[in-house]
Each structure stands twice: as C-alpha cells, then as structure tokens.
C-alpha cells in the first residue's frame, strides 16, 4: 500500500497476540522508521519487554468496543492491520469493530483486513469424490453459523469497507495450501496436522444430538478429524486468502465531495 517512507509510520495490528507480525515488519523493511502497537482481547500471550529487536507496545483490548483515548488517540496511527477474526466476530459485530479501529486511523491512512475464504462459496467439495472434505465444509458451516457468526466474510470485505467510507479499496488473493497443496514438501504433513487439531477443541461444544451431518458424539468428531488430517494430505485444501486495503478519506478528499 502506497506510504510515506522518509517518516515514521505508526501501525496498530489488532489481534496482535505476541506481536510477531509487527516484529516480522519491521525485519521485512528495516531502512523504514515504525512505531508499533499491538491490541489484542487477552494478554497471555504478550513477551515480557525485552531489549532485543524492535520496540513493540502491547495492550489488551475488544475491538467490539471504542478504543479509549489513554490507550490510543483517536485518527492516530498509518496503518492499521487486522486478521483472521471469522471465528472471533459475529456478523453483526463486523461493522462496529472495523469502525472501532477506523476511528484511529490518521485521514489518508490505511486499513489491511486478511481472511481466508474457509468454505468455497461457488465450488465446494463434491460430496462423492470427496466426502470428508465435504464434511469439513458441513462442520465450518455449523462452527460459524452456530455462534452467529459468518462463514463468508472474507468474500464480503470490499464491500464493508466501502460502507465505511473507505476509498482506494483493492483485494490482493492467493492460494493458502494445506496438505497436498503446500507450496514446499516439508509442509504438506505438518500443515494438515495444524488446520485439524484448530478444529478438535470444539469437539467440546457439540450440541446435543451432535453436528449435523459431521458426527453425533466426541468420539465421532475425534474419527472424523483424524480422516479429514488423512485425506488433506492426500488431496490437498487450498482456501482463498484474501488481503483487502482501503483508504480513509483525507480531508482533501471530503471536501472535494
């Protein structure tokens, strides 16, 4: 995204855990000056402070709720950045968050939204060729719509940005390869081992009755993970994942309107 790079360029990564994405930007671009800061629900994860690489500031806090001025003032920050949160939101909270977070980005700042397209909207797993993998479909489906939150979201960024009032929205899309489909051989059992034990621990909100069309108990749930582990390695899962900027209107800009 388009920046100044001769000044220093303040960036807030929402849902930051222990600051690792802040830490790999400033590795990535070490000629650029940063000030990071990082916001996350819980602090668990936070590193105690340390002398060594980048100074990163880490503070809890809900983005479903305003930011409050003793953590950041308002319009702020560069850049804002913010991930993978289809199982952290509901739908009706998507507005209100990511205008939470607008309300701390300088005018002409940017926002960067990334999530994967889990389920395939348009072409999804043919349940003959690929039962399993149609289950998973069934069961992401369940796992978001159960909790009222969104299975697609991530094909519906561009859109919330823009009743935002953001402008200049672009999507970047690639390929997240799991499996078969892991860009590098080293990865291909590895990351069906990590997508599928994300799912086990839900096997202790099943409902009664269990998820429907996936497995009636914990010990089925637990069967079927361990054939879905086997059969992303076999064929492979590659969800969409999709990288949405926009620009908050400078005030050049609103008085051009």
Do not use: C
């Amino acid at each position: 995204m388009p920046v100044e790079t001769n000044a220093t360029l303040r960036i807030l990564d929402a849902g930051a855990a222990d600051g690792t994405w802040l830490r790999s930007l400033a590795q990535h671009y070490p000629n650029q000056k940063w000030s990071l800061h990082g916001i996350d629900i819980g602090s668990a994860l936070f590193p105690p402070p340390s002398a060594d690489g980048p100074i990163v500031d880490l503070q809890k806090h809900d983005i479903r709720e305003p930011i409050p001025k003793h953590l950041h003032l308002p319009e702020s920050f560069d850049i804002v950045h913010q991930r993978y949160l289809i199982w952290g939101l509901k739908s009706s909270e998507w507005p209100q968050a990511v205008g939470n977070l607008r309300s701390v980005l300088k005018p002409g700042g940017w926002i960067q939204l990334v999530e994967a397209q889990w389920v395939d909207r348009d072409t999804p797993f043919d349940p003959v060729k690929f039962p399993t993998l149609a289950k998973m479909t069934e069961f992401q489906r369940w796992s978001t719509a159960a909790f009222g939150m969104n299975a697609y979201i991530a094909y519906e960024l561009e859109d919330l940005l823009s009743d935002l009032g953001f402008r200049n929205i672009k999507k970047t899309s690639f390929a997240l390869g799991y499996g078969a489909m892991a860009r590098e051989e080293q990865w291909k059992v590895t990351s069906a081992h990590i997508l599928v034990e994300g799912f086990r621990s839900l096997g202790h909100k099943m409902p009664p009755g269990g998820i429907p069309g996936v497995a009636r108990t914990p010990a089925e749930y637990d069967a079927f993970l361990d054939e879905l582990r086997d059969d992303v390695i076999k064929h492979g899962y590659a969800p969409q994942l999709n990288i949405v900027i926009g620009q908050k209107p400078s005030e050049r800009a609103l008085a051009s309107l």
